[in-house]
């Protein structure tokens, strides 16, 4: 604690998955990590998501965001044996590749001209278009109505529970956790960052806001902004069913145990976490399009969780420059990315240095007129 207590090398405000990713990877690197969480009763996207690791259609108005969604796709595999070894935890990592299902002849087309745009801008870009036959001989269960799908081989899918999971008991020996500590106060003095929450106030040289939509108000008394928002997303899930689905979709995937998750709505409805009928019907007629024979399977829950939003919907990665050594990270594809976060982002914050590459993501671009959508 400050005055008188100890000092840590960074102070992480925010155990859901970016938070924790980054302090995973701050622990390894050496630092001495103090993790501030707020707790189970805040917004939590990182406890209600639907557990892609996707690449495919990502930064397709971002070169930037699309080569670090694919650096964190090729650092999954790694970073899922790491978190086995360390805790003994498999988070059911898997990438077998991905598929958007198309429901029409133009929706094969512009998703087509999505993925060739990506290809054209980045020079290497892995996918492939499969019409109706190719995509039958891959899932003999999808609809008559699914006209074709785009495949990456680079998309996977996980438990986003186990992930955080295995994250946090990773952590548990290396890094000071604090969880139901809120912070509420934030100030520089004598080279130092003192945190305050409701139990006393922490110091650290180094501070890394990764609360969430949590951000938006912290940012600011460190010089930085977060202008993010919450859109809530519903899902739905499906009793255990025999395998049929061996590779995930971006709407419908199978888990480990045999569930089905059906996802997912997109609604900007502020700070509500409530299921409506209407999402459970629109998501379940999409899914029963695509897979007739759900129609006959038992929902066994359905909830709405937020998700963290910029305008454009790529991430804040920053510094700030009125006080060094305060960083925002923030991003609405955390378990995506959680092993970029952990592996390249969390040792550059120990170096005390963003990589060029992510000059991109600063929230300078928020103050430019045109504020395009990213993907
Ligand atoms: C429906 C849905 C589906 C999704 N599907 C996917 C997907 O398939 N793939 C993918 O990559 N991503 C997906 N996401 C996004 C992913 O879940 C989020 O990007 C990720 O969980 C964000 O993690 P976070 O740690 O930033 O935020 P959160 O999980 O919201 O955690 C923020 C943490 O900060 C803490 N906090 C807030 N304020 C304070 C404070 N003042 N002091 C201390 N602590 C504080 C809270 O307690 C909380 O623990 C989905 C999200 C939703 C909602």
């Given at each position: 604690m400050?005055g008188?207590?100890?000092v840590?090398?960074v102070i992480?405000?925010?155990?859901?998955?970016?938070?924790a990713?980054?302090?995973?990877?701050?622990?390894?690197?050496?630092q001495?990590?103090?993790?501030?969480?707020?707790?189970?009763n805040?917004?939590?996207a990182?406890?209600?998501n639907f557990?892609?690791?996707w690449?495919?259609?990502?930064?397709s108005?971002?070169?930037?965001?699309?080569r670090w969604t694919?650096?964190?796709?090729?650092?999954?595999p790694a970073?899922?044996?790491?978190?086995?070894e360390?805790?003994?935890?498999d988070?059911?990592y898997?990438?077998p590749?991905?598929?958007?299902l198309?429901m029409?002849?133009?929706?094969?087309?512009?998703?087509?001209?999505l993925?060739?745009?990506?290809?054209?801008?980045l020079h290497?870009?892995?996918?492939q278009?499969l019409?109706r036959l190719?995509?039958?001989?891959?899932l003999?269960a999808?609809?008559?109505?699914?006209?074709?799908?785009?495949?990456?081989?680079?998309?996977?899918?996980?438990s986003p529970?186990?992930?955080?999971?295995?994250?946090?008991?990773?952590?548990l020996?290396r890094?000071?956790y604090?969880p139901?500590e809120?912070?509420i106060?934030?100030?520089?003095?004598?080279?130092?960052?003192?945190?305050?929450t409701r139990?006393?106030?922490?110091a650290?040289?180094?501070?890394?806001?990764?609360?969430?939509?949590g951000?938006?108000k912290?940012?600011?008394?460190?010089?930085?902004q977060?202008?993010v928002v919450?859109?809530?997303?519903?899902?739905?899930?499906?009793?255990?069913l025999?395998p049929?689905?061996p590779?995930?979709t971006m709407?419908?995937?199978?888990t480990?145990?045999?569930?089905?998750m059906?996802?997912?709505?997109?609604?900007e409805?502020?700070?509500?976490?409530?299921?409506?009928v209407?999402?459970?019907r629109?998501?379940t007629?999409?899914?029963?399009?695509?897979f007739p024979f759900?129609?006959?399977?038992?929902?066994?829950?359905?909830?709405g969780?937020?998700?963290?939003?910029t305008?454009d919907?790529?991430p804040?990665?920053?510094?700030?420059?009125?006080h060094?050594?305060a960083?925002?990270?923030?991003?609405?594809s955390?378990?995506?990315?959680?092993?970029?976060?952990?592996k390249?982002?969390?040792?550059?914050i120990?170096?005390?240095?963003?990589?060029?590459?992510l000059?991109?993501?600063?929230?300078?671009?928020?103050?430019e007129?045109?504020v395009?959508?990213?993907?």
């Amino acid at each position: 604690m400050s005055g008188g207590g100890p000092v840590a090398d960074v102070i992480v405000i925010g155990g859901g998955l970016v938070g924790a990713a980054l302090a995973y990877g701050l622990s390894r690197e050496g630092q001495a990590v103090t993790l501030l969480d707020e707790g189970d009763n805040a917004f939590r996207a990182s406890r209600g998501n639907f557990g892609l690791v996707w690449v495919q259609g990502k930064g397709s108005r971002s070169p930037a965001y699309a080569r670090w969604t694919r650096a964190s796709a090729d650092l999954w595999p790694a970073f899922a044996t790491q978190l086995l070894e360390e805790t003994a935890i498999d988070v059911g990592y898997r990438k077998p590749g991905g598929l958007t299902l198309c429901m029409s002849e133009a929706e094969m087309e512009s998703r087509c001209t999505l993925l060739q745009g990506l290809r054209t801008s980045l020079h290497e870009y892995d996918f492939q278009m499969l019409d109706r036959l190719e995509l039958r001989e891959l899932l003999p269960a999808v609809g008559e109505t699914v006209v074709g799908a785009s495949f990456c081989p680079h998309d996977g899918h996980v438990s986003p529970l186990l992930l955080l999971r295995a994250l946090h008991q990773a952590i548990l020996d290396r890094v000071a956790y604090r969880p139901g500590e809120e912070v509420i106060a934030i100030e520089r003095r004598d080279g130092l960052f003192h945190v305050r929450t409701r139990r006393g106030t922490r110091a650290a040289i180094q501070l890394v806001l990764a609360a969430g939509l949590g951000n938006a108000k912290l940012a600011p008394r460190v010089g930085l902004q977060a202008p993010v928002v919450p859109v809530r997303g519903q899902i739905l899930v499906t009793e255990r069913l025999q395998p049929f689905l061996p590779l995930p979709t971006m709407q419908v995937r199978q888990t480990e145990v045999g569930t089905v998750m059906l996802g997912d709505s997109h609604e900007e409805v502020g700070f509500d976490v409530s299921t409506t009928v209407a999402a459970s019907r629109d998501i379940t007629r999409r899914a029963i399009a695509q897979f007739p024979f759900l129609g006959d399977v038992q929902m066994i829950r359905t909830w709405g969780a937020l998700r963290v939003m910029t305008a454009d919907g790529l991430p804040i990665y920053e510094q700030s420059q009125t006080h060094p050594g305060a960083y925002i990270v923030t991003c609405h594809s955390g378990v995506t990315l959680a092993a970029v976060h952990a592996k390249q982002l969390a040792p550059a914050i120990a170096r005390g240095d963003l990589p060029p590459e992510l000059d991109a993501f600063c929230a300078e671009r928020f103050e430019e007129c045109h504020v395009v959508q990213a993907q």
